[in-house]
Nanobody
Framework: VQLQASGGGLVQPGESLRLSCAASGRIFRIDDMGWYRQAPGKQRESVATITSDGDTNYVDSVKGRFSISRDSAENTMYLQMNSLKSDDTAVYYC???????????????WGQGTQVTVSS
């Protein structure tokens, strides 16, 4: 199983980016998915999560600006980031709890990270 994150880049404050995370490989079922980020010198933090039922949760600092979604048919998750601020600069990682067969337990997988830089 692999998670491939993409969509990062360099933008100015106030602009938008859309991150994507595509899961591939031997997938029986994907449960919770989420985006984390890690800024230089800081601990990794949870940014947004989404359950298989579509319930979402956000860290307070991104509420009203970021939106997480998923396309279960395509095993893909998105993070729409609007009104970006310099504090949003970080490496963004995607994660998903995945069952690889009917009898296996669901376990977390991580993508490789994509850099988001917000700077004027």
């Amino acid at each position: 199983v692999q998670l491939q994150a993409s969509g990062g880049g360099l933008v100015q404050p106030g602009e938008s980016l859309r991150l994507s995370c595509a899961a591939s490989g031997r997938i029986f079922r994907i449960d919770d998915m989420g985006w984390y980020r890690q800024a230089p010198g800081k601990q990794r933090e949870s940014v947004a999560t989404i359950t298989s039922d579509g319930d979402t949760n956000y860290v307070d600092s991104v509420k009203g600006r970021f939106s997480i979604s998923r396309d279960s048919a395509e095993n893909t998750m998105y993070l729409q980031m609007n009104s970006l601020k310099s504090d949003d600069t970080a490496v963004y990682y995607c994660t998903a709890d995945i069952k690889t067969s009917r009898i296996d337990l669901s376990r977390p997988y991580w993508g490789q990270g994509t850099q988001v830089t917000v700077s004027s």
